[in-house]
């Protein structure tokens, strides 16, 4: 008899929430996807998503900045494998920190600030319920959990 592995085994992103002092969204354009996104990246084995943060602000951004307070859980359903998203709180840059800011070249082309209205140009629908999620936990101090990028219970908006 065969004996059939069904635990679930969830790969984990984890990802930060940076504002600028007008309330708009630090996004970055990866040189590997067409898409925009917010700063954050894959959690490595034995790594936590919170330790993931901090390596990647400081390789991708060369920002030494650890991330704040947990904002939103993301259960996002993909075709070949379930991920675990995860995004904190960053708080707002300085202007001395987005001086410091330095692109890794392989990884990053460019960054930018968008108002929470103009992120759907950017990035993809699903990010954006993340990110609208996460700048509301932020304003309300209320943790959100998702499931496919909105709120367990409701449904996604297109």
């Known amino acids: 008899m065969e004996i059939v592995d069904d635990i679930a085994r969830a790969a984990a992103t984890a990802a930060v929430l940076f504002l600028d002092e007008e309330g708009q969204v630090l996004i970055v354009e990866p040189t590997y996807k067409p898409r925009w996104e917010i700063p954050g990246g894959d959690v490595e084995r034995g790594e936590s998503p ?30 070949r494998e379930e991920r675990v998203r995860f995004v904190f709180d960053g708080g707002t840059l300085s202007e ?58 409701t449904q996604p908006v297109p």
């Open 50 to 79: 919170r330790g993931a943060c901090e390596r990647v602000l400081h390789d991708e951004l060369r920002l030494d900045r650890g991330p704040g307070p947990l904002l939103v859980v993301d259960w996002a359903p993909l075709v």
């Open 96 to 153: 001395t920190e987005l001086d410091h800011i330095e692109l890794r070249p392989d990884v990053l082309t460019s960054w930018a600030f968008l108002s929470p209205d103009e992120l759907f140009v950017m990035m993809e629908p699903r990010l954006v319920r993340r990110v609208l999620s996460a700048v509301d936990a932020h304003r309300t101090g209320v943790p959100a959990y998702l499931e496919g990028g909105t709120v367990a219970g």
